[in-house]
């Protein structure tokens, strides 16, 4: 066994790299093709069901504004009721055909049921399922004192997105819809003081790419891969609000300058209604993993380089023992139900749009839709 081992590490990467070479022009080619008949041909939106999580600020937000303007039933999930509201109302006046809001936390798996439940209850099916609630940091792994800060990494950027999926898939092998995941780059591509959320999203990653194996065709799977967007995370601090009862910010300590989210939000919106199986923001990135895999040597020398300009290390105020958690003064309870919009025919009789879901009479969800 072992000579054969030893055989194989000789042939096969030599062997492998002629047959790539060969094959790449092809495979391109038949790449192209397909994503021009998907472009010209891509999934209409009109009337279809859209439940998206981490709605109420950063990508989920520009991502319902994008699911509205192709005039889809928009669900949209976070804990911040009052964001919730005004992004509903925006999504509204941008040709969703009806929103539903719900306060929810995507870390408890019978919240996860309760939203989804309610918006299959109410519209009849679900189509898209968008898990786009994040959270990043910005603290060295040994500056950590408080190990109490770990568990709501792995918390929202992986079981986040693990409970919405497990709850949702068997309505979406009913509609053969689709999952939205966001990713990043530093799922393959590790990063300075980001370990914990490198982890958690090789963690997504790899539970997507197995998951897509075993559904096949009843389920489409989008994983979306960006690098440093204009969110939350990057203007100053970061909400553990998504996913958690808490509030917990920090300040960042280093510049970032990263894409548009609205342009990010595009081309993933985009890339699902053709049935891309990934999309990647900006695409330069892709180059770092051609010198993951061949010179990894590379990018530790250039993160060495890096960390070596920006002189001695200043301590995070995450996971160091100050305190970092605080209630949310903006938190309040909700009606038992789902609040949603009324389309704006309706506007001329109410001067408000938000109403219980709970009040509606059943027979008259059609008043709800344009």
């Not at 891509?42 to 005039?71: H, L």
């Not at 009849?124 to 910005?138: F, I, Q």
Request: with cysteine; net charge neutral; charged share 20%.
């Amino acid at each position: 066994m072992g000579l054969f081992s030893s055989l194989m590490n000789l042939v096969v990467p030599p062997a492998s790299m002629v047959m790539l070479a060969f094959a790449w022009p092809t495979l391109t080619f038949l790449h192209a093709c397909e994503w021009l008949f998907h472009t010209i041909y891509s999934e209409n939106m009109e009337d279809k069901v859209v439940v998206i999580t981490g709605a109420s600020s950063g990508i989920g937000e520009q991502i319902a504004y994008e699911y509205a303007q192709r005039g889809a039933n928009v669900v949209l999930v976070a804990r911040r009721e009052h964001r919730l509201r005004v992004i509903g109302e925006n999504a509204r006046r941008m040709g969703a055909k009806h929103v539903m809001i719900v306060a929810a936390d995507v870390v408890k798996e019978e919240e996860c049921r309760r939203f989804i439940t309610e918006a299959v209850n109410f519209y009849g099916h679900v189509d898209h399922l968008v898990n786009a609630a994040s959270l990043s940091h910005t603290f060295f792994f040994e500056e950590a004192t408080d190990t109490s800060v770990f568990p709501h990494m792995m918390d929202i950027n992986f079981w986040g997105n693990v409970y919405p999926t497990y709850v949702a898939l068997p309505y979406l092998r009913q509609s053969h819809g689709r999952i939205v995941v966001n990713a990043s780059i530093e799922s393959w591509m590790p990063m300075p003081r980001m370990s914990l959320y490198a982890a958690a999203k090789a963690a997504v990653l790899n539970f997507y790419e197995t998951l897509r194996f075993e559904l096949r065709d009843d389920v489409g799977i989008t994983v979306a891969t960006h690098g440093v967007t204009g969110s939350e995370m990057t203007r100053g601090r970061f909400l553990l609000e998504e996913g958690t009862e808490m509030q917990w910010k920090e300040e960042r300590e280093v510049p970032v300058n990263g894409g548009q989210v609205e342009e990010f939000a595009r081309t993933i919106v985009a890339a699902a209604c053709r049935g891309d199986p990934y999309v990647k923001f900006p695409t330069w990135h892709d180059v770092f993993l051609l010198y993951r895999v061949f010179v990894p040597d590379v990018l530790g020398w250039t993160f060495r380089l890096l960390l070596s300009t920006q002189g001695a290390r200043k301590r995070s105020l995450a996971g160091t023992g100050r305190p970092l958690l605080e209630t949310s003064p903006s938190a309040r309870k909700l009606p038992p139900g789902p609040l949603t919009f009324q389309p704006a025919t309706a506007l001329h009789q109410q001067k408000h749009s938000l109403q219980p879901a709970s009040a509606q009479h059943p027979q008259k969800q059609s008043d709800f839709r344009s």
